[in-house]
């Protein structure tokens, strides 16, 4: 199976991919955690890549689409995490998914208020190491500040300011949104679910759209 998820900042796409990668044995490809481990590394793409995401714009098309088909070519089954982010990026990989004849099998879209996304994020804390994702108020770890899962050090992101959250909101709806409408207008099936509620809540109604498909 492979799906792409989209949704705006702080949708709930990571979290909801850790368990979907868990019960459907997808792979996992989420162009942001790529990003954050090449800047982590150090390396010339991370150090290229952290100007545009510090800034809350997108890493230029040219950079994405070749790192990301290259992950997709390697891959069985898998969840494309943040990737399309743009029109031309979607029909890069379906040209690239054609070559290898194969195609997306169903696109989710994570729907939600930019209020409640920004308040999510601001209080969001990640874990650099292993990918854990948690909310100062609905989703806390065990111990303040420290991993569940490996034990690392929480942080919050650098583009998770006031400032930068409202500029990726505001990239969102004028460059990835209108990839809803490409997919549709293509013919794919598209699982809209609204993401505002529990997270439990709507993990189940991803599952239930996809058990559908
Ligand atoms: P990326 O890392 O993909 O960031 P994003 O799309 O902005 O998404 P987030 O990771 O912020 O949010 P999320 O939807 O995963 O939410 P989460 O599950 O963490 O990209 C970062 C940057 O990289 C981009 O801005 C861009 O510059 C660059 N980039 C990446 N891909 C690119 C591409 N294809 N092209 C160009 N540039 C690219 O949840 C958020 C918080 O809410 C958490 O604390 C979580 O615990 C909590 N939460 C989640 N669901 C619920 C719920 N239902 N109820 C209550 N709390 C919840």
């Known amino acids: 199976m492979r799906l792409v998820l989209i949704g705006p900042p702080g949708a709930g796409k990571g979290t909801h991919c850790k368990k979907l ?3 459907y044995g997808l792979k996992h490809l989420s162009s942001g955690d790529i ?10 793409l991370g ?6 995401i510090d800034a809350g714009e997108l890493v230029p098309d040219h950079i994405v689409i070749d ?19 743009t029109v031309n ?30 308040n999510r994020l601001t209080q969001r804390r990640v874990c650099l190491q ?7 108020v609905n989703l806390k770890p065990k111990v303040d500040g420290i991993c569940d899962v490996c034990g690392s050090k929480l942080i919050h992101r650098d583009d ?39 997270a439990g809540k709507v993990l189940d109604m991803i599952i239930d759209k996809i058990e559908n498909i």
């Open 130 to 136: 292993c990918g854990g994702t948690y909310h100062l």
């Open 35 to 44: 990003f954050r481990a090449e800047i982590a590394s150090g390396t010339e």
């Open 160 to 198: 998770d300011t006031e400032e930068v959250i409202l500029s990726r909101l505001e990239t969102y709806h004028k460059q990835t949104e209108p990839i809803v409408e490409y997919y549709r207008k293509s013919g794919k099936k598209l699982l809209q679910v609204d993401a505002a509620g529990e």
């Open 21 to 23: 990668v868990e019960k």
């Open 89 to 118: 990026q979607a029909q890069k990989l379906g040209e690239a998914l054609e070559v290898k004849g194969c195609q997306i099998d169903a696109v989710i879209e994570l729907m939600i208020d930019d209020a409640v996304a920004a």
């Open 47 to 52: 150090n290229t890549a952290k100007e545009y």
């Open 67 to 85: 790192m990301m088909t290259a992950a997709v070519e390697k891959a069985g089954d898998y969840i494309l995490d943040g990737f399309p982010r």
